[in-house]
């Protein structure tokens, strides 16, 4: 089992950035693949982008393709998500899921969540 906190949501300018960060407990936190997702008000959970456990292949929402990156350091049990070029449809609450083994890009495909931390892009 692993348990997961994001950190790094605030307030930015459209145009700007943010480094999300995805801090994951267990020793075998290298054997699990991320996905970061959002939930803006009213709307589903969406996916963003995901990075795979054994060699950190990346998948993206063509949403955020070209601006947001993601990567991991397994060393120090975190996963980061950088956005750039921020928008405001890009405001929402920014959601971390880990799964053992292959990623994928549906919810119910990670069983482990943390607990969202707020992004919100000003006009």
């Known amino acids: 089992q692993v348990q997961l906190r994001e950190s790094g949501g605030g307030l930015v300018q459209a145009g700007g950035s943010l480094r999300l960060s995805c801090a994951g407990s267990?020793?075998?936190?290298?054997?699990?693949?991320v996905g970061w997702f959002r939930q803006a008000p009213g709307k589903g959970r969406e996916f963003i982008a995901a990075?795979?456990?054994?060699?950190?292949?990346?998948l993206y929402a063509d949403s955020v393709k070209g601006r947001f990156t993601i990567s991991r350091d397994d060393a120090k049990n975190m996963v980061y998500l950088q956005m750039n070029s921020l928008k405001p449809e890009d405001t929402a609450v920014y959601y971390c899921?880990?799964?053992?083994?292959?990623?994928?890009?549906?919810?119910?495909?990670?069983?482990?969540w943390g607990q969202g931390t707020q992004v919100t892009v000003s006009s």
């Open positions: 899921a880990a799964v053992r083994s292959g990623y994928n890009t549906n919810t119910n495909g990670y069983p482990y």
């Open positions: 267990g020793r075998t936190f290298s054997d699990y693949s």
């Open positions: 990075i795979r456990w054994s060699y950190g292949a990346t």
